[in-house]
């Protein structure tokens, strides 16, 4: 029996998210809602239309979406692609000379790759049957269940930490982090190493209060003694522009937010770093 899954990117020769030279493979469909989200594109399971408006020769192909693949120009073009796992691990297996010299592998991202858990286990025990490395990008909401099969076959968590407090984490990503917060527990436990990445955004999440709670949790997480590092990453505004393109299915609403100030992030790399714990911006 075939596994599908619908990706919306595949990234060749990527340098961050992991070790070595990687491939970055984008599934569609997150469970989360950022506000912030730097990849619209990826939370809508499903094909999306997308519209570059700098590409339009003014055809009028935009009124009759069905004519998205005809466009002259490419201005409108669908996001996601349903594939079989064969095939990913055909394009996969491509790259496997660089991953080896360099050593890197793939790593799974999105969107949400544990929304689509039989694709991704697939997926990445065939990356282990091959030697393949293979790192998890994820904001960890899935059931336990899922995580825990998960982990045998996966060499590195790449886990988000974005919001301590329940009530401002529901208000801005549009679920609770109970769950997170216990997955988190779980993989700081699994024995597989893991970065914990923090979208650092002014006036959600950089006041001192809200630093401080982060620090504990944390601490108590580099006590399980595999929390590879921490990276620090100042928002940007990439994904408004991404969000305005997207002209069918779900689209998920953005609002403004700023870069934090260069005192919160020093005070955040200073109290995680007289910690011992390794602590850069971006990564």
Known sequence: ???????????RYAIHDGPGIRMSLFFKGCPLSCRWCHNPEGIDPRPQLIFNKSRCLGCNACEDQTLADNCPAGALEFCGKYMEAGQVMGIILRE??????SGGGVTFTGGEPLSQPAFLLHLLKKCKE??????????????????????????????????????????FTGVDNDLIQDNLRTIACSGVPF????????GINDKG??????????LELHESGNL?????????????????RIISGKVPAQQSFSAPTKESINSLL???????IDTVIGG
Do not use: W
Not at 1 to 11: A, H, Y
């Open 270 to 276: 200073v109290k995680l770093q007289v910690l011992g």
């Open 209 to 218: 209060s809200c630093i401080n709670e982060m620090v504990r949790f944390i």
């Open 195 to 202: 970065f914990l990445r923090i979208p650092f955004i002014h």
């Open 228 to 244: 590879s590092g921490v990276h620090v990453l100042p928002y940007h505004n990439f994904g408004t522009d991404k969000q305005k």
């Open 1 to 11: 029996m075939s596994v599908q899954g619908c990706i919306f990117d595949i990234k």
């Open 96 to 101: 496997k000379l660089f991953f080896d010299r």
């Open 130 to 171: 091959n030697g393949i490395h293979t790192a998890v990008d994820t904001s960890l909401y899935a059931s336990r269940k899922v995580v825990s099969r998960m982990i045998p076959y996966t060499g590195l968590f790449l886990a988000d930490l974005k919001i301590m407090d329940p009530l401002q984490h529901k208000k």
